[in-house]
């Protein structure tokens, strides 16, 4: 065979090869525009029936994102959740927009664990939780009624996921104070809302509120929403820059947006927050103190007279209306605690069990003829709790508040000194949003709400964080 010949041959070989190549990619290309043009026009149709379905389906092209940088993708998901209440996709709130993307998010999270080989770890406080879920999944043999539980402890499940899915994303400081912030800031954006809608927003009984569409917050869940970021943003304090008092300045519209909800669990669970920041660090405490004074002060200029009047009204008034009514649900709790204080009604059985115990609680006779028909929530995580699980749910549940608090103060005390400054800050920040959770824990049924699983996943992640070389016994 001659030069010639050989030459044609050896550029004849990659021509051969590459041309399959080249066709291929071309199909490829083609296929991923179809897909695409596809997907536009079912997310502009969707779109068209409501704008949730809409975005829904525009952000499926994003997904593979979700599975190639998972805490990027958890941060997306906390600054959808404080709009959770107003993100219903379907009228009966069974599918939610911040549901779905949760999904997507933990699904995407599952497959970069797997595909990466990473242990995904559970302390002890992560135990512990698990534990309680466990129980909670174990009440389906006793439950009264164990059909009606099921969607329940559904979302009890897809809620530890989270926390799990947090605890193993938030695992270094800085991620930890990017998903604050992205949470302040949302919030923050919550709040002014809700201000801008109370010329028209006001209920009959002047409680702010945030309306999108036909959907609204509950304004106690509204406060619900919007306590823990506050206290966050609050012992968080300044950041480095020119910019650097925009956390303090995110206090204003949500403290004002607590105080237009005129929930008094809100507002004190925000003081007791700002209680143990004005003991740990009493310079920021007393900022944070004086920019409330500040509010106060300007309230009147944002909002209705009438307003400010019912929000006072409800303080003075708190024995008078026997606490919204929370004083009997809480005498029906005490009934059921009282008649099954071992296993309990099962879980989730508070609202089928009410009515029954609600003849023989000694409440007020006027509040029983309207509230006649039952099916009322506890408003109190605590008598839920052992009212739904008994003493050994209650135990569990307790024992996983203490041994996350107990990590986030380790962590504190471990870096005030000589540590890091900025674990500190971070440490003492989740140690009063969960002082805050735990006091508004005892007029709300929170544990049913997204933010505090995802605090109790940053205080895990925290841990493994500062954990020292040795440690980690409990980890799985």
Same mark, same amino acid.
């Given at each position: 065979?001659?030069?010639?010949?050989?030459?044609?041959?050896?550029?004849?070989?990659?021509?051969?090869?590459?041309?399959?190549?080249?066709?291929?990619?071309?199909?490829?290309?083609?296929?991923?525009?179809?897909?695409?043009?596809?997907?536009?026009?079912?997310?502009?149709?969707?779109?068209?029936?409501?704008?949730?379905?809409?975005?829904?389906?525009?952000?499926?092209?994003?997904?593979?994102?979700?599975?190639?940088?998972?805490?990027?993708?958890?941060?997306?998901?906390?600054?959808?959740?404080?709009?959770?209440?107003?993100?219903?996709?379907?009228?009966?709130?069974?599918?939610?927009?911040?549901?779905?993307?949760?999904?997507?998010?933990?699904?995407?999270?599952?497959?970069?664990?797997?595909?990466?080989?990473?242990?995904?770890?559970?302390?002890?406080?992560?135990?512990?939780?698990?534990?309680?879920?466990?129980?909670?999944? @174990?009440?389906?043999?006793?439950?009264?009624?164990?059909?009606?539980?099921?969607?329940?402890?559904?979302?009890?499940?897809?809620?530890?996921?989270?926390?799990?899915?947090?605890?193993?994303?938030?695992?270094?400081?800085?991620?930890?104070?990017?998903?604050?912030?992205?949470?302040?800031?949302?919030?923050? @954006?919550?709040?002014?809302?809700?201000?801008?809608?109370?010329?028209?927003?006001?209920?009959?009984?002047?409680?702010?509120?945030?309306?999108?569409?036909?959907?609204?917050?509950?304004?106690?869940?509204?406060?619900?929403?919007?306590?823990?970021?506050?206290?966050?943003?609050?012992?968080?304090?300044?950041?480095?820059?020119?910019?650097?008092?925009?956390?303090?300045?995110?206090?204003?519209?949500?403290?004002?947006?607590?105080?237009?909800?005129?929930?008094?669990?809100?507002?004190?669970?925000?003081?007791?927050?700002?209680?143990?920041?004005?003991?740990?660090?009493?310079?920021?405490?007393?900022?944070?103190?004086?920019?409330?004074?500040?509010?106060?002060?300007?309230?009147?200029?944002?909002?209705?007279?009438?307003?400010?009047?019912?929000?006072?009204?409800?303080?003075?008034?708190?024995?008078? $209306?026997?606490?919204?009514?929370?004083?009997?649900?809480?005498?029906?709790?005490?009934?059921?605690?009282?008649?099954?204080?071992?296993?309990?009604?099962?879980?989730?059985?508070?609202?089928?069990?009410?009515?029954?115990?609600?003849?023989?609680?000694?409440?007020?006779?006027?509040?029983?003829?309207?509230?006649?028909?039952?099916?009322?929530?506890?408003?109190?995580?605590? @008598?839920?709790?052992?009212?739904?699980?008994?003493?050994?749910?209650?135990?569990?549940?307790?024992?996983?508040?203490?041994?996350?608090?107990?990590?986030?103060?380790?962590?504190?005390?471990?870096?005030?000194?000589?540590? $890091?400054?900025?674990?500190?800050?971070?440490? @003492?920040?989740?140690?009063?949003?969960?002082?805050?959770?735990?006091?508004?824990?005892?007029?709300?049924?929170?544990?049913?709400?997204?933010?505090?699983?995802?605090?109790?996943?940053?205080?895990?992640?925290?841990?493994?964080?500062?954990?020292?070389?040795?440690?980690?016994?409990?980890?799985?």
């Amino acid at each position: 065979m001659n030069v010639a010949t050989r030459m044609s041959a050896a550029i004849g070989r990659p021509v051969a090869r590459l041309a399959p190549v080249a066709v291929q990619d071309n199909a490829l290309t083609v296929g991923v525009v179809a897909i695409g043009a596809g997907l536009l026009v079912a997310g502009g149709l969707a779109f068209l029936i409501n704008p949730k379905f809409g975005a829904a389906a525009l952000g499926l092209p994003a997904l593979p994102l979700l599975v190639m940088y998972p805490a990027h993708a958890l941060l997306l998901f906390i600054g959808a959740m404080p709009f959770d209440a107003v993100a219903s996709l379907l009228p009966d709130r069974t599918l939610t927009l911040t549901r779905l993307l949760g999904v997507a998010v933990i699904g995407g999270w599952v497959v970069w664990v797997l595909v990466n080989r990473v242990r995904v770890r559970l302390g002890l406080p992560g135990l512990l939780l698990g534990a309680y879920v466990g129980f909670a999944a @174990l009440s389906y043999f006793w439950a009264d009624n164990p059909d009606g539980m099921s969607d329940q402890l559904q979302t009890l499940v897809q809620l530890f996921l989270l926390y799990v899915l947090t605890a193993n994303l938030m695992t270094n400081v800085t991620t930890l104070e990017r998903g604050l912030n992205v949470l302040i800031v949302a919030t923050a @954006l919550l709040g002014a809302l809700v201000i801008w809608q109370i010329p028209n927003g006001a209920s009959d009984l002047d409680r702010g509120t945030f309306t999108y569409g036909d959907q609204s917050f509950d304004p106690n869940f509204l406060a619900g929403t919007l306590v823990l970021p506050a206290v966050a943003a609050a012992a968080l304090g300044r950041t480095r820059g020119a910019l650097g008092w925009w956390r303090l300045a995110a206090i204003l519209p949500i403290s004002a947006g607590i105080l237009a909800s005129g929930s008094r669990g809100g507002i004190v669970g925000f003081a007791a927050g700002v209680a143990v920041l004005l003991l740990a660090r009493p310079r920021l405490g007393v900022q944070a103190v004086a920019g409330l004074v500040l509010l106060a002060m300007a309230a009147p200029l944002v909002m209705p007279a009438s307003m400010m009047e019912h929000v006072l009204a409800r303080f003075s008034e708190a024995g008078a $209306d026997r606490s919204s009514g929370r004083i009997d649900i809480w005498k029906v709790a005490v009934a059921m605690i009282a008649d099954r204080p071992i296993q309990g009604t099962g879980f989730a059985g508070f609202r089928d069990a009410f009515y029954t115990y609600m003849a023989t609680a000694g409440v007020d006779p006027v509040w029983a003829l309207a509230n006649f028909r039952g099916m009322r929530v506890a408003h109190n995580v605590y @008598l839920s709790t052992l009212a739904e699980l008994g003493v050994f749910g209650m135990g569990i549940l307790m024992a996983a508040f203490a041994a996350h608090g107990l990590g986030a103060f380790r962590a504190w005390q471990l870096h005030r000194f000589y540590g $890091d400054p900025q674990v500190a800050t971070i440490a @003492l920040a989740l140690c009063c949003t969960l002082v805050s959770f735990l006091v508004f824990a005892g007029s709300i049924d929170f544990m049913s709400r997204k933010t505090p699983w995802v605090l109790l996943g940053m205080i895990q992640g925290l841990v493994f964080a500062t954990e020292r070389p040795g440690q980690g016994a409990f980890r799985r």
